[in-house]
Nanobody
Framework: HVQLVESGGGSVQSGGSLRLSCLNIGVSYSRFCMAWFRQVPGKEREGVAAILTSNGNTYYPDPSVKDRFTISQDTDKNTMYLQMNDLRPEDTAKYYC????????????????????WGQGTQVTVSS
């Protein structure tokens, strides 16, 4: 039984920083993709970043996010992180972590497909 537990959300002012954590419990794959997504009510879910656990390769679909956010992992702690700097009001959303055993043939993980396992999400609110 896979369980993903996010933490680290909160409210900050524009320009501030937050670090999100995602603890994965029960994932038994030797290598897998982990990713962060975010969603605002009434809008489509948006991929933020992805990481391949076996080599740490990362992917950011949005260049403006890549300049400010960093996805990372601590395999000893079964935890993935999203360091978010220079936060903007448009970053306000509920952030979700996700896991999937599928690794594309390119050997990198992406956010442009659905993931199998999801956490409950953590709210990030950025005020101007």
């Amino acid at each position: 039984h896979v369980q993903l537990v996010e933490s680290g959300g909160g409210s900050v002012q524009s320009g501030g920083s937050l670090r999100l954590s995602c603890l994965n419990i029960g994932v038994s794959y030797s290598r897998f993709c982990m990713a962060w997504f975010r969603q605002v009510p009434g809008k489509e879910r948006e991929g933020v970043a992805a990481i391949l656990t076996s080599n740490g390769n990362t992917y950011y679909p949005d260049p403006s996010v890549k300049d400010r956010f960093t996805i990372s992992q601590d395999t000893d702690k079964n935890t993935m992180y999203l360091q978010m700097n220079d936060l903007r009001p448009e970053d306000t959303a509920k952030y979700y972590c996700a896991v999937d055993a599928f690794v594309p043939s390119t050997g990198d993980c992406y956010t442009e497909y659905d993931y199998r396992f999801w956490g409950q999400g953590t709210q990030v609110t950025v005020s101007s």
